[in-house]
């Protein structure tokens, strides 16, 4: 087994990620990114690897990672992630989100955008305004979504300087169909959201009450070639060409539905109302 080569670097670390490779690189990974927490001053850095086991000039190995470069950080680093090849996007304990860039020429990093209240349990300016704590991020150029205690999901896009979108209590992909995306809501609604290519008139779920569906337009691609089976219809960049069916589930609105699960046609929620709904029919 290869040995592993440990070095403190007098932080605690919250968060590794190796540097993606360019497509089509035979390379090894070389270079990774580190978050600190819970530290007096917390950091993002940059490290680079070289050839394990090789002694360098001095006696040392080759192979120790070198710092290249590192940022201070406001707050703990409660997820990180490379956004390409030199930004890196992380998620902080103050409720930011910050898109960091890697200078290679002179080994630095600066903040290249940031939203600061990205999270937060009350709307900024009011009196009762507080950050919330953002936990989580995932990237997939040019898109952000990020996570938070706020209950809030957000997508951002490198150009905007607001968030595009913003969603309710839990958000769940079906497991084994991802254009179908359920989410539950403080409101008290429990929604449907359809973003196949074909958007088929389906039953009310629940037979206490009426079906009610709403459209908007969506970004997908139908376009019939080799892409559309790899293209995910909620990150394509095309308005015009589909729609998003959103249906309710519920047949009323009541106090809030705080948690749903879905496994296959089966879906199951539960409300502060005392009411566990259940069906077992979903796309019938």
Known sequence: MEEIYAKFVSQKIS???WRPLPPG????????ATGSWDNEENYVSLWSIGDFGNLDSDGGFEGDHQLLCDIRHHGDVMDLQFFDQERIVTASSTGCVTVFL???NNQTLSVNQQWTTAHYHAGPG?????SAPCTGVVCNNPEIVTVGEDGRINLFRADHKEAVRTIVWEVHFHPSNP???FTCSEDGSLWHWDASTDVPEKLSLFH???RSSTFLSHSISNQANVHQSVISSWLSTDPAKDRIEITSLLPSRSLSVNSLDILGPCLV???DAEAIYVTRHLFS
Not at 25 to 32: R, V
């Open 15 to 17: 968060k590794t990620r």
């Open 179 to 181: 254009d179908h995306l």
């Open 102 to 104: 890697h200078h290679p």
């Open 208 to 210: 206490q009450g009426g």
């Open 126 to 130: 009011s009196p009762s305004y507080s």
């Open 25 to 32: 690189s035979l390379q090894t990974a070389e270079t990774f």
């Open 269 to 271: 929620c539960g409300t």
